[in-house]
């Protein structure tokens, strides 16, 4: 009996021993945007729900500011393991699937509302699984806002756009949205926007107003133009490799923490919009210039072929289901 005893106390510590040594899960959470943003605050409150809920499965690690993996890399990284999540702007995957540039068509939606009428319709759900056929999974849609230009000269109409060298996001769309005014796109990465500004190697770009303030674009550029003619938004994305490598209960509860953590990112995503563009505005180093109704149905005639361009690749039916949206 005793040894009986012995047997059943050496299996239990040694069950112990493995139970208390078994590491939790690494996550890598990779992004390239400022902490103070929709996304870099998203990223924080996950990481502490986890931490809250889930301690013993689960560690979140957050790295913004493209410390780990800058734009063009993240996603290649991702289906190598080197990290676990990250939510690219919906422009940054055209390497991996044309349905999401859908979002990139100019004066597609006519504010944010009508972006998430869309993101949570059929259609929209739908979405999340185009990439599934290269290994990612679509967790959810992240917002940020309408995108505004700046640039070093005033821009009221196309006209003035002409011959400007403008950064884009990796879009083919955004890059036929700009040779739509006659200006210069260029495809650059987020973490090079700023110098490629300050030292007037570019004339423009295009972001929120979140962007343009946490990474200081309006100090090195004298106007921005609020034209709100795109939206720029984001897809929270893992592997499906790591995905479905979880235990069903902790991928049930991580999925959980990432809602709310998505909810809270949208909340602050709303705040930003309007807070980020006042203190552009108190800041005095930058002029916000409010388009008339004729400036701006100048943009929108520039641009909108853009549309038919992309007809094929995009579906016509989904674009017609994203504009329905604004009704
Ligand atoms: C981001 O918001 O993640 C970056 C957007 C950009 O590349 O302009």
């Known amino acids: 009996m005793r040894i009986l005893s012995a047997a059943v106390a050496s299996l239990a510590l040694t069950v112990g021993a493995q139970v208390a040594t078994a590491a939790p899960v690494e996550l890598k959470f990779s992004h390239v945007v400022a902490e103070n943003t929709p996304k870099g605050q998203m990223a924080i409150k996950f990481r502490?729900?986890?931490?809250?809920?889930?301690?013993?499965?689960?560690?979140?690690?957050?790295?913004?500011?493209?410390?780990?993996?800058?734009?063009?890399?993240?996603?290649?990284?991702?289906?190598?393991?080197?990290?676990?999540?990250?939510?690219?702007?919906?422009?940054?995957?055209?390497?991996?699937?044309?349905s999401l540039q859908l979002f990139d068509l100019p004066f597609l939606f006519k504010d944010m509302e009508a972006?998430?009428?869309?993101?949570?319709?059929?259609?929209?759900?739908?979405?999340?699984?185009?990439?599934?056929?290269?290994?990612?999974?679509?967790?959810?849609?992240?917002?940020?806002?309408?995108?505004?230009?700046?640039?070093?000269?005033?821009?009221?109409?196309?006209?003035?756009?002409?011959?400007?060298?403008?950064?884009?996001?990796?879009?083919?769309?955004?890059?036929?949205?700009?040779?739509?005014?006659e200006a210069v796109p260029l495809k650059k990465p987020f973490s090079e926007v700023f110098t490629l500004l300050q030292t007037k190697a570019i004339d423009g770009q295009e972001n929120t107003w979140s962007n343009i303030y946490s990474k200081k674009f309006f100090e090195v550029q004298p106007y921005i133009t609020e034209s709100n003619h795109g939206v720029l938004d984001y897809l929270v994305v893992t592997s499906a490799e790591f995905w479905k490598g979880l235990d069903d209960d902790v991928r049930t509860e991580l999925k959980k923490a990432l809602d709310e953590a998505i909810a809270h990112g949208n909340k602050i995503a709303a705040e930003k919009a309007d807070a980020d563009k006042q203190a552009i505005i108190d800041s005095g180093r930058s002029e916000v210039i409010s388009l008339t109704d004729a400036e701006r149905q100048q943009w929108v005639e520039a641009m909108k072929?853009?549309?038919?361009?992309?007809?094929?690749?995009?579906?016509?039916?989904?674009?017609?289901?994203?504009?329905?949206s604004n009704n």
């Not at 931490?51 to 290649?76: T, W, Y």
């Not at 072929?305 to 329905?324: M, R, T, Y």
């Open 305 to 324: 072929p853009v549309w038919k361009q992309f007809e094929g690749e995009i579906g016509a039916d989904l674009i017609d289901a994203a504009a329905a």
């Open 48 to 98: 502490d729900l986890v931490a809250e809920r889930m301690a013993d499965d689960v560690v979140v690690k957050v790295f913004p500011n493209s410390q780990l993996f800058g734009d063009n890399k993240v996603l290649e990284a991702m289906l190598l393991g080197d990290v676990q999540m990250a939510a690219p702007s919906l422009s940054k995957f055209q390497k991996y699937t044309t």
């Open 115 to 181: 972006v998430e009428r869309f993101q949570q319709s059929d259609a929209g759900q739908k979405l999340l699984g185009s990439l599934e056929s290269k290994g990612l999974v679509g967790l959810g849609y992240l917002h940020n806002g309408m995108k505004q230009l700046s640039a070093s000269e005033a821009l009221r109409t196309p006209a003035d756009a002409s011959g400007k060298k403008f950064r884009i996001m990796t879009s083919d769309v955004l890059q036929a949205q700009f040779e739509a005014v």
